[in-house]
Structures are given as structure tokens and as C-alpha cells.
């Protein structure tokens, strides 16, 4: 299409400050059309001599991607000489200006300086001409050309004078004299400023062509030898010099051509009609002046540089063609034949070819005779012969390495053999080519009728026409062409009848179904006479009604010779080329209500005018929404020119417009039609949103109303996110930006915002569809209130979104916050604590997560466990109030609520201790007095209570166990049991004796219990006088005694009555094995009597046993006796068996027990010791023996000089026993348990260890503590450890160890439980190691990868010093963080780390803070790396064969020296595998790759650079290459009889043979060579001696190229230049 340009240029700027040059700086604008190029003159006028750039800019009209900066390079000089204004024969070079220009290119671009002549055949002379200005103002400057130094090459003038701001043409003539090449080859001319002793303005100025005419006197021949050979300084002068006038601009007038020195002229004197005097004979002589005197200024010698670049040759020619023939040929029909010329020369190949007969007689060609038909019809020439042979083209050039197609037409115009010879004229041809000649001959014959149409090509092509393929091989065909329907076409052609005698013929139409009338052919000649030797004219006329194809036949006959020939009419209809200059108009978009314009072209093709009119309903569009505005409407066309047409547009709406304008042409069936697009375009945008429970809706916009969000009720610390959606309904991207009312700011400050939103600002794309979150977070109860969110459109509409939201607590309901427990007792062990019950109710809908964030203290315990609370459902939590001391306290439990928000509950109390006291002292001992049996003592005691609180307690009184009368019921009793007494109140019990025996004096204590305290009230005694007579054992056992022995034990009778008693044995009952003394007696008060009991038994029995014998008591019931023994035979006592066993614990040994005897034994061993146990009988099987296990169990510790003593007896059946005396130490206890746990830092744990009773009655142990390991515990470590512990009889029960650790440790130690009565203990050895703490947190962080992000976790220091942090992680390579850190005291810090991912993946870590003080803080680490933006793409532009390297930067993170894996997945680029990087700091290191792009295809060329490495990532960056045709490279230097070796690379990747030719015959290289795949090869370039020349430097060419090339790169060619010097 047509463009529309404009170019500003932008002045030039200095590399040098101050004055300068400047280019041109003119504004300039054109219009390009389809295919059009258009030159840009542009001057550059320097002022100074320095170097200057410049810029010109093309900005192509609607088009801002087209724009195209030019560079503008120029310098200029100043010197006192410079050579201007080189004109002359360029326009008959060989080579075009480009090519000269590549071969020059070692110079700066466009100096003035070299002369290039072209071709120049061997011989011939060229010449050229520039121009030599001296600049200075004051000096005269000498130049000299070296006319001696080059060969074949001469100045003119070669030396000179030049006066100041004089200019000389200087006239080069080259004239080779053998084939040569010169490429820029230097002619050093040589300046000098000079000066005279006069004046300059007295000096002529002179050169060496000033020459100055004499005549001499020659008086014979002798003297005009003599005068000849004469020095120019000794003849005499007889005329003036005649100088060459210069011009006031410079250039030199030439001098008019004058005779050779040797002629002789007649003087005036010897003219005809003077009678000359008799005087010697003149000779005229022409001397060059002399130059005038000067001297040369010093150090003003400089030299003029001069390039010169010739190519001169002999020329040389390839043909093949030497003798053509043709076949049969018809009178008037033609035949060609084609061969080629190739031009094998460094020069342009001249040829001309003339027509020689059998005779070699020159013919005329046929274009050269001009042939025509007279009166009668015959064919007839002016002047020679008509030849039958042309040749096209008959004259012209073959360019060098270039060939000519030449046509050599046979077309006979009579009857029979002919033959002639086509000579072809070569200027300067080498000797050793023939001359070209090239034999033609052929054979003609007379046909019966001809005619005379030209040759038509259209039933060869013709595939399937308007009548099939039905058609005779013969039919002809005749083609109409008209241009526009209802326009009449006219064919006229001639019959010719070559015969001697003449004939009728006819042309009939032979089309089917159609009239006449019909027919778009007419034939205006349907039948006639054609006379021999004559011609007719046929007439037809084409009249077309459509442009459709049409055909017709048509049969031509000769009814007299039976000849019929068919003939095909083709009338082929054309529009008029009256079209516009572009098929379609496509506005660019425009806002609605604007307007656009736009410049087309009405072109006219034809040779006639043509009249136009645009239709007016086809300005519409559809729906006459929009109108499109037409200057001119209408008008004439004039022929081959073109109209413009001004078509504008205004958008109505936002909508595509489309128009098809048409423009009626007259004659031109269909219209032009120029098709435009529009479109308008508004900003369309919608937006919608997205709530939290995933419904979607979209948000109203326009004017009556704003767009609403209400984000409903967020709970306090949450987040409600929404997600708003920008959709771009249009079709073009605008700009966005959201901004935030301050209200929205203004109660959640700048560090916390109530609302956020995040892609804040962007660019939606067409359709796109942007999502951005917004976040509504209130930090405390807060309501939105006038808080907008604003959608800035650029250039566009500014949306207003309401935002409503508030901030609440979550609805749940505790059923106090505010608890007083009032006075409290101290709390001891024992006691129940105080509590109370929280009734924590969720009113909401939904599940609300509660914690107690409340660490339970000793005074105030709070039991509630995290959980969840259901809708409607309270929870309980129960709170324990057990003060230690007797102050006030005060506690503030908080409550997370869904981890969110908190709610406190505040709890009151009072330690207070108990006071219960009797009121009257006197009764602290109440003394009942001495009583009889069945008498009752009730005693009063008002009690009062001094505590704040109503007290109701236990009164009661536990005799000892040495007063078992007192133990029965309702002997000593207090009632009431349970008393109440409100704060500073009083209360009476009774304190009853009422005894049912004699109980004797006693003292006991009246107990009052309140919560499993016991405290002593009072002290009560008294006693019961009665009798009270024991036996000191109701069983006396004797053991074994030997028959015929006795033994005799000992029994006490005491009575701690208060009365005595006789008694009575009856003795009776012990005969015949006992016998006792005394049998009777009397005992009195606190009287003790000891009766002496004999065993003798009377034989042998194992089992001697007297069952409860009386002794009968005055007053009383009697007392029994029960006496056991053995009578055995006499056998001797075993060893003592000793026994060793830790305190409560056992030790077992085996008795062996044999049974030698035939019965079966059943032993029922005797044990005589209080810690010894073992089976109550042992079955032993005849001859058998079996072990009886004795047990060692003692309760107690022995001492070194204290044991436990004892014996078992094992009574025999046989009469006799077995007796082992048995002595048992009992060591101190051994541990219970050692205790390990593992407790992780930071977690309270509570350990149990059971305590056991062992005894029958309650103990109490005394509680502590033995470091073992280490030797004091660390402040970080708390253990709690109550002090006493209360054991009832032969039970147990659970002591508490609490243990706490900030940071790691491991600790040893024993918990001891002893009794501090019976110096009896127990103990623990306890081990608790305190393992690093668990996840404290989950840090989630999401980051491109090479894009850092941060992220900040706060610590609280509940301590009073400052606390150092150390930290660590097991992913260093992705997070970044100050080794140490310092907390401040009993405050907050914030410690930042840095995540920069360097790979892309999901990683988990743990990041660790520890501290001597605190412990470990770890926090688990979800890292995502997404995809890394994409890299900057790098582009490559080179030439095929060429290398363009680029550094490819990319910024590595990686930690310590790193090497990266460099990879491209395409051949043409190659990098090196690998890139070692140092160790990167904070901002990462700037690492370079450097990529070389070698293409093999001319083309782009695309793919991707790889960098990756395990610990660095991967980087992927773009490569865009693009390769051009390969440029000229060179010139290379090359000496005479010397080589040069030139570098040539194999780009492709296979082995290829390449093909090396030059173009100059002094150079000569290897024909080919096959190059091995993307290897360089080195091409030798041979200078050959013989032909080199001492003073001229040869030029040449290098051509390499490849027949096996591939398409991509099909007849690309390599050139190099060459330049071959003198040695």
C-alpha cells in the first residue's frame, strides 16, 4: 500500500565541542506508492575539519513501529590541497558504484578521492578528470603527479603551480597496454608551498602544458637539422608565449589543439600575394615555459593521496553454436533457435552481428529493411534483399562472468535452400579466440494461402474453454482484446495467396443455437477473391457485452482446392485499469467521536480519461450508523495518472464499521470498490467480584449508581478476601490503577490499612481478565464507613466502588468476666481446691476455635483444653483457685478466639488462713475424771471461728492403738461430727466418755479436719478403773524336744487393772506332756505373775498340741492357752544361714530337704523370725528331695551390731527335725525406678512418681531433692517439688515433679521420700533431658525465582536482660538472615529473613533461632519458586560465513565460586560449555556468556541459551539471529611471486565442496576442495611474478562457491578481494 513518510532530520552533532559542521537540516516529506523508490539527496556542508554525526529520522505516518533512525557520518577536512569534482567514465564500468565502494572499503566512507575507470580493453584509453583546489589565502602551492611511476597511466598537467583559491582540472589517461587488475591502488602526488621573491600577484601562474612558439631561421637543411637539435634557451624568440588562461573559479581553459613541432608553416610575409623578400626559410618550435624561480617553504612537503581502480583485458567469449539448421519452414512462418554467449573476459564483451551470404557478401537484416505491400497487394522491400535469417539482439554488451541469449528466427518469404553466416564483430578480441561465425540454412516451402496473424499462444494454454476441448489440431485462433464492455473491437488481418493463380474463399460461423444477431463476433468479410501473388484483408468486429471469456468458430475454406481451416475466436474482455491504489482502508481504532483521514489514489492505467462517480448509498455502513466523507465525489480521470481521494471516518459508536465504497467508472462493468474498516473503540471495561464463600456476582456501573462491596462482618485480626475482577470487554488494553479513599486509612494507619488490594496497578490486555484481591483486615471493632475503592482507567473513566464492611468480635458469650473467690483457706495438699466454672457459650453459626492462653500458676490453676465450639453449645472451664499464702491475688486469664482475637477474664481472691479455736482456754485439757464401767461423761466446749470465711470442719478424736477399749464404739466420742461456724462465730460440741471396759489413764487429742487438714483442738484424758489381767501370748510354742528331755518356757500374767484377782489353772489339762507352776494365785493391781510351763514329752510325737487350756480369772471371763511342741530323737544344729537384702525388698534361698525314707512327707516347717516367710507345708516324695524357699523380707534397716535373728524347724515323721538358725541385714533401699523422659523445650511437664506405704499405718514422708548431674541447676530449668507427702496405711499415691526448661538440657537427680520418724526412705533417680522444641510455626513464602522476598516473625523476651539469638537453617541457599540478633528486654523483636530462590520447586526447611537464654525457635519453611520472568532476548545479525558474537549477562545469587552448564539447541549458535562465576554477594554477581552466532541458512534463525547449575539454577535466554548475504571481504594483500592464505569456514555440517575461482588471470588458486563440516580451511591465493607489474598493483576477485549449497542458501557466492603489489 501506499505509505506516507516524513523525515526529520536531527542536527548533526560534534565529536569535538565547539563550532562545527552540520548536515542539511531540512524538514522533508514524501509518499511512497506500491513498489516506488525515492532518492534522499543530503548535503553535508562541513565548516571546521572535524568529525560530525548526525541523525535522520523516518516516522512513516500511522505506523509508530515503522520509525527508522539513519546514521549520519561525516568529516570534515581541511587541507591546502584537495581533490574535488572526479568526473568521467564511470557510467561505462564494469562494476556498479556498490561494488566500487566494497572494494575501497579500507577507506573512510564517501571520499572523494578515487578515480575508477571501469573496463578498459587492452589498448584503448580512458580518461577522467578532477579537480585540484588550493584552500589557502596567502600561499601558492607546487604539486607534481608521478607520471613516471605508474605504468600505463598519465597526468596532465603532472606539475603545476597554484595560486591561492585557485582551482586545476587534472586529466588522467589510462591506456593499458597488457590485461591488468588495479583495486585502489595509491598514486602518491606530491604538494608544496612555494615561495617568490616578487609579489604574487606579479607571478603567472604555470603547469608543464603552458607551452610558448618560436620561429627560427633555417637556412639549409643543415641548419634546420641545426636548429632542430638547438637548446630551447639558445634559439631566439620570434613570438610570444601564448599561456593557458585560467578562470577566477579555478578551472583551467584547454588549450586548442596546435601542430607537432615538426611541421613547417609559411610566415605572414611568405603569404600568396606578398613578394617575400629574399630572407632564410622559418621553423616553427614549441617549448613547454620554463617554470618561474621559487623556493620551497619548509616542512610544507605533504602527500596527495589518490586511489585509482582499473580492470583492463582482452575480451574473450564461450559459444558453442557453430551451425544451426533449420527444418522445413512454410513460406511466412517463422522458427527460432537459441544459444548462449558467455563473456569469459574481466571486461565488458562488445559485440555487433552482421549477415553474410554464401559470397560473404554482407545481407541486410530484416530489421534493418522496412517491408510493405503496394497497391495490388504484393510484398514488397526498399532497396536490398530481404534476408530470411534475424538475429536478436543484433548488437550490445556481455557484462564479465555474464552470458547473452542470442534468437536466430528463420522466416522464409520464398521457396527454397538457403544459406548464410552470422558474423559476430568483438572489439579487442584476444588473439586466442576465433572470430565467432555461426551457419544458418534452411529449407522453405510455398503454402496456398497465408496468413498474415500474429501467433497466439492461447489454444497451447487453453485447458478447457467456453466450448470444450472439442477442437480440430489445426484450429487457429484469433485473439480480442477489449478494454470495457459495449466498446467495438476491430481485427483486421490479410489473406496472402503466394500461388500464381487466384481463388474464391469463405469464412462461415459454425456456432450451435445462437442467431446472428447473438453472436458477439461479426465478420464484416465473409467471403471473397484473392488473386495469385495477392493478398486480401480480412475484417472482424468484437462487441462484448460482459467480461466473461467468450469463443466462437469459425471455418475459413477454399471450396475451389477442397481446403477448410478452423478458426477459434477469442474475445477476451478486460476492465478498464481504472482502479484505487489499495484494495482496503483499515483505520487504526479511534475513540468514539473522533475523526480519521486517509489519502487513497484513484489510479488510471489506460491511454483515455475516464469518468468516475462514487455511489452515495455505498458511503453507509450498515445500518447508516456511520458515514463515510468522499472529496471529490466525482469527476474525469485523466489518462496514465493518478487522482487523490480524501476518504475520512468519524466513530459513532464503539463498534467495527465496514464500507465498501464503490466508484462507478464509465465502461467498466464492475465498480472500484475500496473496502474501509473502522472501528470505535470506548473503554469497556465490567467488573465483578468474588466473596468469600465463592458466589460471584458482577458489580453495577454507571452514573445513577456507584458499584457496592460489602464484605459483611469480619471478625477482629481477620482477613475477608475477595477477589475483584477487572474484565476488559474490548478489544483494546488500557491502563489501571486503584486507589484507595483516605477513609479507608485512616483508622488502620499507614503501617496497617483496613482495606488493601493487591495488583494495584497493570495493563488489561483485550479480554483479558485481571483478578486482584482485596483484602478487608480490621484490627479492632471498626465499621467502613465513606470508603471507596477507585477503578483509573488512562484515558478513560474513573469507577467508584463502595466498600462497606465491619469488624466484630466473635459473637460469644462468657458468663462472667469478672470472678472474686473472696477469702480462701491456704491451700495445702490435701485440701480441695477453690473453683469456679466459666460457661463460655458460641452464639455465632459457626464453629469458633477457643485457647487459654492462660499458664496456669500455683495459686490459679485454669483447665481448658484448645478446642472447637459448636453452635449453641456452652463449655465449661473450670478454674482453680488454691492460694499459698495468706495475701490477695489477682489473675487476668485470656482467651484466643479464633486465634484472632482475645477476650480477658479477671479473677480475684484471698489467701486467708484458718483460726478455729476454743473459746474458753480452761478447756483446751478437759480431764474426765476416773470412772466406772457403764458410766457416761458429756463435756461442753464452744468453739470459735476467727476466720473471715464460714468454716465447717470435722471434730473428731482416734484413740492410739495402746487403748484398744477406747477404740470400740461409743467409748470416746464428739459430737456433733461435722460442725459450721460462719466468719467470727461460735459453735458447741460435746465431747462424750462413756467406757465399756477398764481402759486405764489416757490422753488424747480432739482433731479437726477441713479439707484433708488436720489441726488439734483440744486435749481430753480420764481413765475406768476394772480388772485388766493378760497373758503376755495365748500360744507357747516349745519346738523340738528330744524325748526324755524337757524344755521350759516362760509365761507372764500382768494385770494393768485397777483391782486384783485370784486365778485358777486347770493343771489337769496339761498332763501328761505339760506341766505349769503355779496352778493358782492371786494377782493385784499393776501385778505381774510368771508361771513356769515344762514340756516333757512322754514319747515321740511330731506334733505335741494342747488346745486352749483355762485359767479361770475371779470376776472376769478366763484366759486360754495353747502349748505346742515336738518330741524328737537328739540331732545336731546346722550353720546359720545369713541373709542380705535391701530395706522392703526380698531375698530368696533354697533349703534342701531330703526324703530318704519310703513315705511320703508332708513338712509343715516352723519359722521362728519376724521377717522370714516361706510355704506353709512341703510335700516331699519318697527318696526325693525337694527346696524349700525361705524369703528374707525385711521392713526395716539393720545396723552393724543390731541383725535380724530367727530359725526354721523342720519337724520329721520320723521324729526327728531339721533346725536352721537364720541371721538377715538389711541394707539400705535401692531406687524404685530410674525416670527418662524426653521433654522438648519450652513445654511443661508434670511427671508422677508412686509413693508406697508399707506399713499398716498412715506416713508421712518428708520430700527433697539430690542434684547429681549437673551440681546446681541452671536459672533456665524450674522444678517444683511439694515438700511433704501423706501416705495412708499400705496404700499408695502419685507425687508430682513439674519440670520446665527454656532450652536444652539434661538433668539427674534424686527425689528422696523419707520418714523422718522411723529414718526409713525411698527413692527416685530421675532424668529428664530437655529435647529442641518442636515447629513453633509455618512460614509460607511464594516468590519468582531470583526475586527476593522478605518476610518478618516477632519474638517476645519475657526476660528482664537483653537476649542474643543465634540462627540457623537447613536451607542457606535459599534464605538469607544476620547470623545473631539482639532482643531487647521484656519486649518484641523482629527478625527479618530474605528468601531468594534460585531454582524453581516446592521446598520444606526449618529455620532455627537459638538462644543461651530462651532456647531454640523453629519454624518450618514452605518456599515455592515459581518460573522465573522471561530473560532479555538477544539478537544477532551477521552475514553467511560470518561469525557475530554477543555477551549474554545474567546475574548469578549463587553461594561461593560456581560453574554453570552453558547449552543451545541449534547448530548456528555456539557457546562455551561452561562459565565459572564467583561467590555472590547481597545484590548477586554480573556473570557474562559469550555466544557466537555462525549461521549455515540465510534467514532468522531462533532458539534458547541454557545457563544452569545445581546450586545456581537455570537461566534461559532468548537468541534471535538473522543472516544476510554474504558481503566482500577483503582486499588482501598479496606480494608478486607470494601467496596469502585466506581463512574460509564450512558452515554447514556436512562435508561440502566448494568451488574457487578469481576473476583476474595473475591470481590463481585451486579450482575446489571438499571442506570438511564447520572446519576453517585455509584458501591459498597465488600472485604469479611473471605477470606482476613493478609500478601497478593488480586487483582481482575470490569467488567460492557451493553446487551442493541447499536451498536455504541456493546461489549465495563468497567474495574476497585481492590485491597483488610490487614486491
Given at each position: ?58 516516522r ?7 520509525n527508522?533512525s ?5 568529516e ?152 632542430s ?40 610575409s ?148 538457403m ?101 458477439p463476433?461479426k ?32 471455418r ?17 474482455t ?46 453507509y ?173 488512562l ?7 463502595v ?68 453452635p ?62 457403764g ?87 480420764g ?72 514340756f516333757?514329752?512322754v ?62 512327707w ?7 523370725g519376724?521377717?522370714w516367710?516361706?510355704p ?111 501416705v ?31 529414718g ?19 512460614v ?35 534464605i ?102 564467583a561467590s ?43 543472516c544476510l ?15 596469502v ?37 585455509n ?10 607489474d ?34
Amino acid at each position: 500500500s501506499m505509505q506516507e513518510a516524513s523525515l526529520q532530520p536531527q542536527e548533526s552533532s560534534n565529536e569535538e565541542k565547539g563550532e562545527g559542521s552540520k548536515f542539511a537540516s531540512v524538514p522533508v516529506s514524501m509518499e511512497l506508492a506500491v513498489g516506488e523508490k525515492q532518492d534522499l539527496l543530503v548535503m553535508f556542508q562541513p565548516n571546521s575539519a572535524k568529525r560530525c554525526s548526525g541523525l535522520i529520522h523516518l516516522r512513516i505516518k500511522s505506523n509508530q513501529f515503522e520509525n527508522l533512525s539513519i546514521q549520519l557520518v561525516g568529516e570534515g577536512y581541511e587541507d591546502d590541497v584537495s581533490i574535488e569534482n572526479i568526473r568521467g567514465r564511470a557510467e561505462e564500468a564494469s562494476l556498479s558504484e556498490e561494488e566500487v565502494q566494497k572494494m575501497a572499503n579500507k577507506m573512510e566512507a564517501a571520499q572523494e578521492n578515487h578515480l575508477y575507470f571501469g573496463g578498459c580493453p587492452v589498448g584503448e584509453s580512458r580518461q577522467m578528470t578532477f579537480t585540484l583546489s588550493n584552500h589557502c589565502s596567502n600561499n601558492v602551492v607546487k604539486f607534481q603527479w608521478p607520471n613516471s611511476g605508474m605504468d600505463d597511466m598519465v597526468f596532465s598537467p603532472s606539475v603545476g603551480h597554484l595560486h591561492p583559491k585557485r582551482s586545476k582540472d587534472i586529466v588522467v589517461t589510462f591506456k593499458p597496454s597488457k590485461p591488468q587488475v588495479i583495486t585502489a591502488q595509491k598514486a602518491f602526488g606530491r604538494a608544496c608551498r612555494i615561495s617568490f621573491s616578487q609579489p604574487i600577484s606579479q607571478i603567472a601562474d604555470w603547469d608543464d602544458r603552458m607551452k610558448s612558439v618560436r620561429w627560427v631561421n633555417v637556412a639549409s637543411s643543415q641548419n634546420m637539422l641545426a636548429a632542430s637539435t638547438a637548446s630551447p634557451a639558445t634559439l631566439p624568440v620570434a613570438t610570444a608565449t601564448t599561456p593557458a588562461p585560467s578562470t577566477p573559479g579555478g578551472a583551467l581553459l584547454a588549450a586548442e589543439e596546435t601542430p607537432s613541432a615538426s611541421s613547417t608553416l609559411q610566415p605572414p610575409s611568405q603569404r600568396p600575394g606578398n613578394r617575400p623578400p629574399a630572407t632564410p626559410a622559418k621553423q616553427k618550435v614549441v617549448e613547454t615555459d620554463p617554470e618561474p624561480a621559487h623556493s620551497v617553504v619548509d616542512n610544507s612537503q605533504r602527500e596527495i593521496e589518490l586511489f585509482v581502480s582499473a580492470v583492463s583485458d582482452r575480451s574473450k567469449y564461450e559459444c558453442l553454436a557453430k551451425d544451426v539448421k533449420f527444418r522445413d519452414t512454410l513460406m511466412y512462418q517463422t522458427r527460432v533457435y537459441s544459444f548462449p554467449l558467455k563473456n569469459v573476459s574481466n571486461i565488458p564483451l562488445a559485440y555487433e552481428w552482421a549477415l553474410l551470404d554464401s559470397d560473404s557478401t554482407p545481407v541486410r537484416l530484416p530489421s534493418q529493411v522496412q517491408l510493405h505491400l503496394n497497391e495490388e497487394g504484393s510484398i514488397v522491400s526498399e532497396g536490398e534483399e530481404v534476408a530470411p535469417f534475424s538475429i536478436t539482439p543484433c548488437s550490445g554488451e556481455v557484462q564479465p562472468e555474464t552470458q547473452e541469449t542470442f534468437a536466430i528466427r528463420f522466416s522464409p518469404l520464398d521457396v527454397g535452400e538457403m544459406a548464410y553466416i552470422f558474423k559476430c564483430n568483438i572489439p579487442y578480441l584476444d588473439p586466442s579466440c576465433e572470430p565467432l561465425e555461426v551457419k544458418v540454412s534452411g529449407h522453405s516451402l510455398m503454402p496456398y494461402c497465408h496468413f498474415d496473424l500474429e501467433e497466439s499462444e492461447y489454444i497451447r494454454s487453453r485447458t478447457t474453454g467456453v466450448r470444450g476441448n472439442s477442437l480440430e489440431p489445426n484450429t487457429r485462433a484469433i485473439e480480442f482484446h477489449s478494454c470495457g464492455v459495449g466498446v467495438k473491437t476491430v481485427k483486421q488481418f490479410n489473406i496472402v495467396n503466394p500461388t500464381a493463380s487466384g481463388y474464391d474463399y469463405l469464412l462461415v460461423n459454425e456456432d450451435e443455437g445462437l442467431s446472428p444477431a447473438a453472436l458477439p463476433f461479426k465478420c464484416l468479410t465473409p467471403k471473397g477473391f484473392v488473386g495469385g501473388g495477392r493478398k486480401q484483408e480480412i475484417v472482424f468486429e468484437f462487441l462484448p457485452s460482459g467480461v466473461d471469456l467468450v469463443e466462437s468458430l469459425w471455418r475459413f475454406s477454399i471450396p475451389s482446392l477442397s481446403i477448410s481451416l478452423p478458426f477459434l475466436l477469442v474475445g477476451i474482455t478486460v476492465e478498464p485499469a481504472v482502479n484505487m491504489d489499495r484494495a482496503y482502508i483499515r483505520f487504526k481504532p479511534m475513540l468514539v467521536g473522533s475523526q480519521l483521514s486517509e489519502t487513497v489514489y484513484l489510479l488510471n492505467n489506460e491511454s483515455i480519461p475516464y469518468h468516475f462517480a462514487f455511489v452515495e448509498k455505498t458511503r453507509y455502513s450498515d445500518g447508516h450508523i456511520a458515514k463515510l466523507d468522499v472529496k471529490p465525489m466525482s469527476g474525469v480521470i485523466q489518462p496514465k495518472s493518478k487522482l487523490p481521494v480524501e476518504v475520512s471516518v468519524i466513530a459513532t459508536k464503539e463498534q467495527e464499521f465496514n464500507f465498501n465504497l464503490h466508484c462507478q467508472v464509465k465502461r467498466k462493468p464492475s465498480p472500484a470498490v475500496l473496502n474501509v474498516k473502522a472501528e470505535g473503540y470506548a473503554i469497556n471495561v465490567s467488573l465483578s467480584c468474588k466473596g468469600t464463600q465463592g458466589e460471584e456476582f458482577t458489580l453495577a456501573i454507571g452514573r445513577a449508581s456507584k458499584a457496592t462491596i460489602d464484605m459483611g462482618e469480619v471478625q477482629v485480626n481477620d482477613k475477608s478476601l475477595w477477589e475483584v475482577f477487572v474484565f476488559n470487554t474490548g478489544s483494546y488494553s488500557f491502563e489501571y490503577k486503584w486507589e484507595l479513599s483516605e477513609r479507608c486509612r485512616r483508622k488502620g494507619g499507614q503501617d496497617r490499612q483496613l482495606v488493601s488490594i493487591s495488583a494495584e496497578e497493570g495493563v488489561a490486555g483485550a479480554h483479558d481478565r485481571i483478578k486482584c484481591e482485596l483484602i478487608f483486615s480490621p484490627p479492632s471493632k471498626v465499621a467502613l464507613r465513606g470508603c471507596e475503592l477507585v477503578l483509573n482507567i488512562l484515558n478513560g473513566p474513573s469507577i467508584p466502588v463502595v466498600l462497606k464492611g465491619r469488624g466484630i468480635e466473635p459473637n460469644i458469650e462468657f458468663s462472667f468476666t469478672e470472678h472474686d473467690f473472696g477469702p480462701c483457706f491456704i491451700h495445702h495438699s490435701e485440701m480441695d481446691s477453690t473453683q469456679a466454672t466459666l460457661a463460655i457459650t458460641n452464639h455465632d453459626t459457626k464453629y469458633i476455635s477457643m485457647a487459654c492462653l492462660f499458664n496456669n500458676k500455683p495459686h490459679l490453676e485454669v483447665i481448658a483444653e484448645p478446642q472447637f465450639l459448636a453452635p449453641k453449645v456452652p463449655c465449661n472451664v473450670v478454674i482453680k483457685f488454691q492460694p499459698k499464702d495468706a495475701v490477695k491475688y489477682c489473675e487476668q486469664v485470656v482467651f484466643e478466639i479464633n486465634a484472632l482475637c482475645r477476650k480477658t477474664v479477671t479473677f480475684k481472691g484471698e489467701g486467708a488462713k484458718m483460726k478455729i479455736e476454743v473459746a474458753n482456754l480452761n478447756q483446751k485439757i478437759i480431764n474426765f475424771g476416773t470412772l466406772r464401767v457403764g458410766n457416761k461423761v458429756s463435756k461442753s466446749v464452744k468453739l470459735l471461728n476467727h476466720s473471715p470465711i464460714t468454716t465447717t470442719f470435722l471434730v473428731y478424736i482416734v484413740p492410739s492403738s495402746s487403748a484398744p477399749a477406747l477404740q470400740q464404739a461409743g467409748v470416746l466420742s464428739v459430737s456433733p461430727g461435722e460442725v459450721s461456724i460462719p466468719p467470727h462465730g461460735s459453735s458447741l460440741i460435746s465431747v462424750n466418755f462413756s467406757p465399756k471396759a477398764r481402759v486405764s489413764h489416757f490422753t488424747e487429742e480432739v482433731t479437726l479436719e477441713y479439707s484433708g487438714v488436720h489441726q488439734p483442738l483440744l486435749m481430753v484424758s480420764g481413765s475406768c478403773q476394772g480388772l485388766e489381767i493378760v497373758l503376755d501370748g495365748d500360744h507357747l510354742p516349745f519346738g523340738a524336744v528330744v524325748l526324755k528331755s524337757q524344755s521350759k518356757r516362760r509365761l507372764l500374767m500382768l494385770n494393768s487393772g485397777d483391782i486384783g484377782a485370784r486365778f485358777h489353772w486347770e493343771h489337769e489339762k496339761f498332763a501328761p506332756d505339760f506341766s505349769i507352776s503355779p496352778v493358782e494365785g492371786y494377782i493385784s493391781s499393776g501385778m505381774e505373775v510368771t508361771f513356769d510351763i515344762t514340756f516333757h514329752p512322754v514319747e515321740l510325737n511330731q506334733d505335741i498340741r494342747y488346745e486352749r487350756i483355762p485359767c479361770h480369772i475371779e470376776g472376769s471371763k478366763p484366759l486360754h492357752l495353747t502349748l505346742t511342741g515336738v518330741c524328737i530323737e537328739q540331732i545336731p544344729l546346722k550353720e546359720v544361714i545369713h541373709f542380705t537384702a535391701s530395706v522392703r525388698s526380698k531375698e530368696s534361698r533354697q533349703l534342701t530337704i531330703p526324703n530318704k525314707t519310703n513315705s511320703h512327707w508332708l513338712l509343715k516347717p516352723i519359722i521362728d523370725g519376724e521377717y522370714w516367710i516361706g510355704p506353709e507345708s512341703l510335700s516331699i516324695e519318697p527318696n526325693h528331695s525337694r527346696h524349700y524357699e525361705l524369703t528374707y523380707e525385711p521392713l526395716r534397716m539393720t545396723t552393724e551390731l543390731q541383725k535380724h535373728q530367727g530359725s526354721i524347724f523342720f519337724p520329721l515323721p520320723d521324729g526327728t527335725g531339721l533346725l536352721y538358725n537364720l541371721l538377715g541385714t538389711a541394707e539400705p533401699p535401692k531406687n524404685i525406678a530410674t525416670i527418662q523422659q524426653d521433654i522438648p523445650c519450652k513445654t511443661k511437664h508434670t511427671e508422677l512418681l508412686t509413693v508406697e506405704n508399707w506399713l499398716r499405718r498412715p506416713q508421712r514422708f518428708h520430700v527433697f531433692r539430690e542434684m547429681i548431674r549437673p551440681e546446681k541447676l541452671d536459672s533456665s530449668v524450674t522444678l517444683e517439688l511439694l515438700d511433704y507427702i501423706d501416705v495412708p496405711a499400705l496404700s499408695k499415691r502419685d507425687y508430682k515433679v513439674k519440670f520446665y526448661s527454656f532450652k536444652e538440657c539434661s538433668i539427674f537427680f534424686k527425689v528422696v521420700f523419707k520418714n523422718e520418724q522411723t529414718g526409713e526412705y525411698l527413692f527416685y533417680h530421675v532424668n529428664f533431658k530437655s529435647t529442641p522444641p518442636g515447629i513453633i510455626g509455618t512460614v509460607e513464602l511464594r516468590t519468582p525465582v531470583r526475586k527476593c522476598i522478605s518476610h518478618v516473625i516477632n519474638i517476645e523476651n519475657p526476660l528482664r536482660s537483653n537476649v542474643t539469638f543465634t540462627n540457623s537453617t537447613n536451607v542457606p541457599e535459599l534464605i538469607s538472615f544476620p547470623p545473631t540478633i539482639v532482643f531487647g528486654a521484656q519486649g518484641t523483636g523482629k527478625f527479618m529473613f530474605e528468601f531468594l530462590p534460585l531454582k524453581v520447586g516446592k521446598t520444606q526447611g526449618k529455620l532455627t533461632l537459638s538462644s543461651s537464654d530462651l532456647g531454640v525457635y523453629q519454624y518450618e519453611l514452605h518456599l515455592v519458586a515459581t518460573d522465573p520472568p522471561q530473560e532479555k532476548a538477544v539478537h544477532f545479525t551477521t552475514t553467511l560465513g560470518s561469525s557475530s558474537q554477543q555477551s549474554c549477562k545474567f546475574t548469578s545469587y549463587a553461594k561461593g565460586r560456581t560453574e554453570y552448564v552453558c547449552k543451545v539447541d541449534s547448530g548456528d549458535f555456539h557457546v562455551d560449555k561452561t562459565v565459572t562465576v564467583a561467590s555472590a554477594g547481597s545484590s548477586g554477581t554480573e556473570a557474562t556468556v559469550e555466544v557466537v552466532f555462525e549461521p549455515s541458512h540465510l534467514g532468522d534463525a531462533q532458539t534458547t541459551l541454557t545457563i544452569s547449575s545445581p546450586s545456581g539454577g537455570d537461566y534461559v535466554i532468548p537468541l534471535f539471529g538473522h543472516c544476510l548475504v554474504p558481503k566482500p571481504q577483503g582486499p588482501y594483500i598479496i606480494k608478486a611471486g607470494s601467496s596469502v592464505s585466506i581463512p574460509f569456514k564450512n558452515i554447514f555440517s556436512n562435508v561440502k565442496q566448494f568451488n574457487f575461482s578469481v576473476d583476474n588471470p595473475v591470481f590463481t588458486v585451486k579450482a575446489s576442495d571438499n571442506l570438511k563440516a564447520r572446519k576453517t580451511h585455509n584458501i591459498v591465493v597465488m600472485y604469479d611474478a611473471k605477470q606482476a607489474d613493478p609500478h601497478v598493483a593488480k586487483m582481482g576477485k575470490l569467488v567460492v562457491t557451493s553446487q551442493q549449497s541447499s536451498k536455504s542458501v541456493g546461489g549465495i557466492s563468497w567474495i574476497y578481494y585481492l590485491k597483488g603489489v610490487p614486491h
